[in-house]
């Protein structure tokens, strides 16, 4: 096999064989990087432009019922601070964001048994009531079809829910059993069929992973034809069993990121924060690679760092205005510009 070939049936395609995305991340170097790169910005340029759509990421809860191994807010993590945002807080933080330009805002929580339908869907319709312009994206775990439903009549357009891995063995290795790869796939089925814009993802470097590991991701991609996919590297937290782990690279993340961008050109694909926080220029090679999305944080300063998946979290004391302002000088630096619109899928 040629990398180089494979690249460029992977531009006109869309597509390759199991064995053949598995030679792409083997035989990966920085000639294959660079072209890889430079295609999937064509690509992302061709149909979104220079733009950046940045979404106002509001973390309203820490609580978590769930253990997943890698996590820091883990239920079982004695150790974490835990907090709730009130009603009114998260809807002075959307009147924030909105006054900043935001049109587009994430509620992102741990599985909170606090937050019910009545809660969540009192808080989503009245967001829906105030801002009727934005796009309301949730990101709140594994629930019911029948919860996703109400969510979704009370005005919520868009759902993340990262699949973290497709590979069931290794999902065992990284969840407790009471959790199920197949329970996670189900749900964002479900989310397909209601009619949200779905946002799926996975880590990169995690404890175990393999590249074929990230094939099986890619694959799975493929197969659900998510409209949104958020790929970060797996960082360490001092509170969980993998906290000697390495981290994932912005290396490999990045070659990730163009792989996902021209398997679909219209994907909508951040930044992510954890690029940002394992190298201080993480996002702007995520904006290099083909992303075209980021995430800064809406949350009130006060929580922001009791919000912590992973350690060194960037970004936890500044203020939304100053978040935006450094984004933007960021993304200026690579040739593109934040775009304050809805930024849906083109
Ligand atoms: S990764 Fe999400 S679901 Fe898992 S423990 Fe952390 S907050 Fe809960």
């Given at each position: 096999m040629e990398i180089k070939q494979l690249i460029e049936t992977l531009y006109k395609e869309h597509i390759l064989k199991k064995e053949e995305f598995l030679f792409l991340l083997e035989h990966r170097n920085e000639e294959s990087r660079s072209m890889l790169a430079s295609l999937a910005r064509t690509q992302t340029d061709k149909i979104y432009g220079k733009s950046v759509f940045p979404r106002g990421l509001i973390e309203f809860t820490n609580y978590c019922k769930n253990n997943c191994y890698y996590c820091g807010i883990r239920g079982a993590n004695q150790n974490a601070v835990r907090y709730r945002l009130s009603k009114d807080q998260i809807l002075s933080a959307c009147e924030n964001g909105f006054h900043l330009g935001y049109r587009s805002f994430v509620l992102q929580g741990g599985e909170?048994?606090?937050?019910?339908d009545e809660h969540m869907c009192d808080i989503v319709s009245e967001i829906r009531h105030r801002y009727p312009e934005c796009a309301i994206t949730l990101s709140l775990g594994e629930r019911s079809k029948e919860s996703y439903e109400k969510l979704f009549k009370s005005g919520a357009d868009r759902y993340l829910l990262r699949h973290?891995?497709?590979?069931p063995d290794l999902y065992k290795k990284l969840h407790p059993?009471?959790?199920s790869l197949e329970h996670r796939k189900q749900c964002l089925w479900n989310l397909k069929e209601i009619g949200y814009v779905v946002g799926t993802g996975f880590m990169v470097g995690a404890p175990y992973q393999t590249l074929e590991n990230l094939v099986d991701d890619l694959l799975f991609i493929e197969k659900l034809q998510p409209e949104m996919v958020g790929i970060g590297p797996f960082v360490p937290h001092h509170d969980t069993i993998f906290k000697d782990e390495p981290a994932g690279t912005v290396e490999l993340t990045t070659y990730l990121i163009s792989i996902l961008r021209l398997m679909n050109p219209h994907f909508l694909l951040p930044a992510t924060t954890a690029l940002g926080t394992i190298d201080p220029r993480g996002r702007e090679k995520g904006i290099e690679a083909g992303a075209n999305v980021v995430m800064p944080n809406l949350s009130?300063?006060?929580?922001?760092?009791?919000?912590?998946?992973?350690?060194?979290?960037?970004?936890?004391?500044?203020?939304a205005a100053e978040c935006a302002g450094c984004l933007g000088r960021r993304m200026n630096s690579v040739g593109a510009f934040l775009d304050f619109c809805r930024g849906d899928y083109r």
């Open positions: 909170d048994p606090f937050f019910d973290e891995t497709a590979c059993e009471s959790m009130p300063v006060a929580v922001r760092k009791d919000y912590s998946l992973y350690d060194n979290k960037i970004c936890t004391g500044e203020e």
